[in-house]
């Protein structure tokens, strides 16, 4: 079993940086390929950002694409999300995702609040 806890989050003005980390217990996630996914208020959760298992290739939504950064420290079996100039349409509960490699199994995490006011 994989345990996702995410952290980082809080209140920041707009044109703010937070970094949310997402630490993984239980078993090396080394293997699995990560993802942040965000949901606001009435809304459906919607995906932001992955990363494969040797960091090597990521991918953003259109939305957070040149203010948003993906990365990974297998070492520390840890995944972060490095965000710059938010806005307060980023405001939304962020959820950290690790899917298997083999099963393709999704774990999450509990979510982390992040609130950009204006």
């Known amino acids: 079993q994989v345990q996702l806890v995410e952290s980082g989050g809080g209140l920041v003005q707009a044109g703010g940086s937070l970094r949310l980390s997402c630490a993984a217990s239980g078993r090396t996630v080394s293997s699995y390929a990560m993802g942040w996914f965000r949901q606001a208020p009435g809304r459906e959760r919607s995906f932001v950002a992955a990363?494969?298992?040797?960091?090597?290739?990521?991918n953003y939504a259109d939305s957070v694409k040149g203010r948003f950064t993906i990365s990974r420290d297998n070492a520390k079996n840890t995944v972060y999300l490095q965000m710059n100039s938010l806005k307060p349409e980023d405001t939304a509960v962020y959820y950290c995702?690790?899917?298997?490699?083999?099963?393709?199994?999704?774990?999450w995490g509990q979510g982390t609040q992040v609130t950009v006011s204006a």
């Open positions: 995702r690790g899917r298997a490699p083999r099963s393709g199994y999704d774990y």
């Open positions: 990363i494969n298992w040797s960091g090597g290739s990521t």
